[in-house]
Nanobody, 116 residues
């Protein structure tokens, strides 16, 4: 069974940066065989997919984070990263990782708060 553990969230001022990590355990094959995404859920809103990295390394982003966020994956470490720059208050949310085409049980997520 795949387990997802997100980390790296924090309180940061607008314009700041954070790097989130998601360690995927339980199935190395599963990690290598699928694309992975970062999702976020703000208070009172639905969870949304903000960035995806596919098996070949191609990436995709929702418009609101393009040019500011960078998703990457380290296949040797079964880890997915999200580098977030130029953070805005509207980026405040709990961030989760998962595989869009092969969903696993959600992890606990990591809280990102952007506030002065």
């Amino acid at each position: 069974q795949v387990q997802l553990v997100e980390s790296g969230g924090d309180l940061v001022q607008p314009g700041g940066s954070l790097r989130l990590s998601c360690v995927v355990s339980g199935s190395i094959f599963r990690f290598l065989a699928v694309g992975w995404g970062w999702y976020r859920q703000a208070p009172g809103k639905q969870r949304e997919l903000v960035a995806t990295v596919f098996t070949g390394g191609r990436t995709n982003y929702t418009d609101s984070v393009k040019g500011r966020f960078t998703i990457s994956r380290d296949n040797a470490k079964n880890t997915v990263y999200l580098q977030m720059n130029s953070l805005k208050p509207e980026d405040t949310a709990v961030y989760y990782c998962n595989a869009p085409a092969a969903m696993s049980t959600w992890g606990q997520g990591t809280q990102v708060t952007v506030s002065s």
